[in-house]
Nanobody, 113 residues
């Protein structure tokens, strides 16, 4: 049973920063990354990173968010800077082996003054 344990969400003012982390149990994943879902909207890609270092970012977070991985620890991080109110959402960790994809329980990020 694969488990993804997320941490780091919370309340932050506009312009602030947060760092999310997610650790997965089991063997190494080809891709690990983050998705988010705001109320009334579809889940969307924030960022994901392959085991070889290939990175994809969602258009709305480029130049503000940075994804990184500690592969031996099976952990993925998301450094979020210059946060905006529109970044408010539940952020979900995803771990993908191609044939199988796993999700964390989600962590709330709220950007508000």
């Amino acid at each position: 049973q694969v488990q993804l344990v997320e941490s780091g969400g919370g309340l932050v003012q506009p312009g602030g920063s947060l760092r999310l982390s997610c650790t997965a149990s089991g063997s190494i994943f080809v891709y690990m990354g983050w998705y988010r879902q705001a109320p009334g909207k579809q889940r969307e890609l924030v960022a994901r990173m392959s085991i070889t270092g290939n990175i994809n970012y969602g258009d709305s977070v480029k130049d503000r968010f940075t994804i990184s991985r500690d592969i031996p620890k099976n952990t993925v991080y998301l450094q979020m800077n210059s946060l905006k109110s529109e970044d408010t959402a539940v952020y979900y960790c995803n771990a993908d082996r191609g044939a199988s994809s796993f999700w964390g329980q989600g962590t709330q990020v709220t950007v508000s003054s």
